[in-house]
C-alpha cells in the first residue's frame, strides 16, 4: 500500500494540466493507446492466492471481503499503471457491501492515483436540482470533510442524462470547477439498449441522439474546452453499436468517447477503433473481465500456470496489440 | 433509538402481506392518506435544537453532521410515522457524507421500518446486465453479511430505465424476490424533462410513453401482481406535468405512481391526487422539503414558536387535508 512509484511524475504531470480532456490526452499519448481496464471485483472470482491469504476466507464477511479485494484490485492497477492511461472503477461492486465497500471504493481511487491513473468512478448517477448537485459533490468533489483531507474523487464520472440539461449542469458545473470530467450515457451495449435509445422521431432522429445533442451543447462551452481541443464533458457509446460510431464520431470532434463492450461484451477491435482519431485520442475503450479474470483463460492459465499477475499483464499488452492493428488497418 | 412503538403491529402487518403493492394498499388506506414524506436531510437547514445538542456543531465533521442528520431525521419519522403510509429516503443527501453517510441511511431504514413506514430509497439506480444486479442485491436485498443481519434495504427503491427492459429486469426479479417494489422514472419533474422525455415519434408517441411501455410489460407479469391488483413495479412520473396525468392513470390502472413535485417544486393537489384512483390508492404524492423544514416558514414559526416539532406535525395535517379537499373535488 506504500508503493507509490509514480506520485512524483504524476504531480509534476497534474501541474501541466489540470484540465481533464488534457490531462487524458497527454496520458493516452505517453501510454500509446485508448485501452483502459474496468475494475469490476467479484469476490468469488479472485485468485485463490488472494483469497487464501486472507484472515478469513468468507463473502459473507464483509471486512474479509472488501480486504481481499482491495488487495486483488491494488495489486492489479500496479501491474496495468505502466501500461493504460485509465481504470475505470465500477461502484456497483463495491455498494454490494455496503459502507465498508464504498469506503473500499475511495481507497481505491487513492490508490489510481497515485499510481498516475486518471480514474474514472463509473457510478451512473442522475437526477434533477439539487439531488443532482448532491451525487456531484460526493462524487467529483475532492471532500472537505475533517479526518479525509487525503481522500480524493475520482477524476471522471459516467452520468444519466435521461432528466436533461438540468440534471446534467450540475455535474458540468462541478467538473469544470475541480479540473475533472464527465460521461454522459448516450448509447449503450447491452441487448435492449436499442428498445429505449434508438426511439425515432419524425425526421429519422433517434432517442440517443437527441441527449448526444442535449450533452454536446453542455459540452461545447468554451470554459469546458481544454488546449487540446476536447471538452471535458464525453459520452459514454457502446461499441456493440458499430452503426452508429463513424457518424457520432464525425459530428462531434471535440468530445471524448467512453466506449465499453470490448472483450468480453463482445464488440470487436475494428468496432471500437472506430471511435478514434488518427492520432489515437478521442476515445477510451474499457475492457473489464476479459482483463481482470485473464487468469481464469485456458489461453493464459495454460502458459503462465498459477502466476496471475503475469496473467493479466499479458492480456493487456494482448488488447493494446489488437487495438494498435485495428488503428493500423483504419489509417 | 429503542423508542420502537410500531414494532409488534409492524409483524404481524408485515405477515399479512408480504407483495409490497399489497402493502402499500393497506398502508395508504390505514393512514388515509396517499401523502409521503421525502428525506432530504441538509446539514445546514436543522434546527438549532439539533444542532446545539451536538458535541461538535461542524459540518466538515462527518461524524457530528451524519449524527445530528441521524437525529433529526429519527425524531421526525417518530413524528410522521402515524400519519403517513411511507417515506422516500434520497440517498444523494447520505453519499456526500461518503461511507458514514451511507451507514446513516441504513440506519435510518431500520428506524423507519421498525416505526411501521413503508420505506422507498430514492436511489435513481441504473445500468445493465451483471452490475445491474449487483445494484439490485446493495439496494433491495437484506444483506446477509456476517454482523449486519439486522440491517434492512428499503421496501422499493427508484431505478432509471434509459437502459430498456434488460437493464430493468434484473431489479424486477430481485424485487419478487423479496416481495419489494421499484419505481422506474417515466416523466421527472424539473424544467428540462421534456427536452429529452417528450421526444416524439412519427406516431405522436412520447420518449416517456415509451418507457411506460416497456416498464409496464415487465410490470404486468401475473406472478408481479398483488391480491389488491396492483403491480410491485410501478412508476415515477412527476406532478409538474399534470397534462401526462389523466391518460397514464387510465392507461395503467394496475400502477402505482410515486408524484414527486408537490410542495416546493410547485405542483397542486389538483394536479397531483388525479393520479390516485377514488378509493385513494394508486399513488403516493412526496412533499420533501414543505414538510421536513416547515419550522423555516413563518406561517408555522409565528404560531409554535421554537417547536420544531409540532411545526413539522401541522405541516403533515395540512398536505393531507389538501389533498383530500383535492379528492374530495375529483370524485
Redesign the interface.
Known amino acids: 500500500m506504500n508503493l507509490k512509484p509514480n506520485e512524483i511524475e504524476r504531480k509534476v504531470y497534474r501541474n501541466m494540466a489540470s484540465h481533464f480532456a488534457d490531462r487524458l490526452c497527454d496520458a493516452v499519448k505517453k501510454r500509446k493507446t485508448s485501452l483502459i481496464v474496468g475494475i469490476?471485483p467479484v469476490y468469488s472470482r479472485l485468485p485463490k492466492a488472494i483469497k487464501s491469504h486472507r484472515h478469513m476466507n468468507?463473502e459473507?464477511?464483509?471486512d474479509a471481503a472488501v480486504d481481499a479485494i482491495f488487495d486483488f484490485c491494488t495489486q492489479t492497477m500496479r501491474i496495468i499503471a505502466p501500461m493504460v492511461p485509465a481504470v475505470k472503477i465500477?461502484i456497483?461492486?463495491f455498494?454490494?457491501?455496503?459502507?465498508?465497500?464504498?469506503?473500499t471504493y475511495?481507497a481505491l481511487i487513492t490508490e489510481a492515483n497515485d499510481l498516475g491513473l486518471e480514474v474514472i468512478g463509473d457510478v451512473?448517477?442522475?437526477?434533477?436540482?439539487?439531488?443532482?448537485e448532491?451525487?456531484a459533490?460526493?462524487?467529483l468533489e475532492n471532500?472537505?470533510?475533517?479526518?479525509?483531507e487525503d481522500?480524493l474523487a475520482p477524476d471522471a464520472i459516467t452520468i444519466?442524462?435521461?432528466?436533461?440539461?438540468?440534471?446534467i449542469e450540475p455535474f458540468a458545473k462541478m467538473a469544470e470547477k475541480q479540473g475533472k470530467g464527465l460521461f454522459v450515457?448516450v448509447r449503450?451495449?447491452?441487448?435492449?439498449?436499442?428498445?429505449?435509445?434508438d426511439?425515432?422521431?419524425?425526421q429519422g432522429i433517434a432517442?440517443y441522439e437527441?441527449?448526444a445533442d442535449?450533452v454536446a451543447r453542455i459540452a461545447y462551452e468554451p470554459a469546458r474546452i481544454g488546449k487540446s481541443g476536447y471538452s471535458s464533458i464525453g459520452m459514454v457509446v457502446g461499441g456493440t453499436a458499430p452503426e452508429v460510431t463513424t457518424a457520432l464520431r464525425q459530428k462531434y470532434d471535440k468530445t471524448w468517447f467512453l466506449v465499453p463492450g470490448y472483450g468480453s461484451q463482445g464488440a470487436s477491435a475494428p468496432d471500437c477503433v472506430r471511435f478514434c482519431k488518427p492520432d489515437g485520442t478521442g476515445a477510451l475503450i474499457n475492457a473489464s473481465r476479459s482483463i481482470i479474470y485473464a487468469y481464469e483463460k485456458p489461453k493464459y492459465k495454460e502458459q503462465y500456470g498459477d502466476d496471475w499477475k503475469r496473467c493479466i499483464e499479458q492480456a493487456v499488452i494482448d488488447a493494446k496489440v489488437d487495438l494498435a492493428g485495428a488503428m493500423q488497418t483504419l489509417i
Chains 1, 2 share one sequence.
Do not use: C
Not at 451512473?124 to 443532482?132: E, F, S
Not at 426511439?199 to 419524425?202: L, P, R, W
Open positions: 469490476d468468507d459473507y464477511d464483509a465500477n456497483a461492486f455498494e454490494k457491501y455496503l459502507w465498508e465497500g464504498i469506503e475511495y451512473k448517477r442522475g437526477d434533477i436540482g439539487h439531488t443532482a448532491l451525487y459533490a460526493a462524487h471532500p472537505e470533510l475533517a479526518g479525509l481522500t444519466n442524462g435521461y432528466t436533461g440539461t438540468d440534471g450515457l449503450t451495449s447491452n441487448p435492449s439498449a436499442a428498445e429505449v435509445q426511439f425515432t422521431d419524425a432517442m437527441k441527449v442535449v
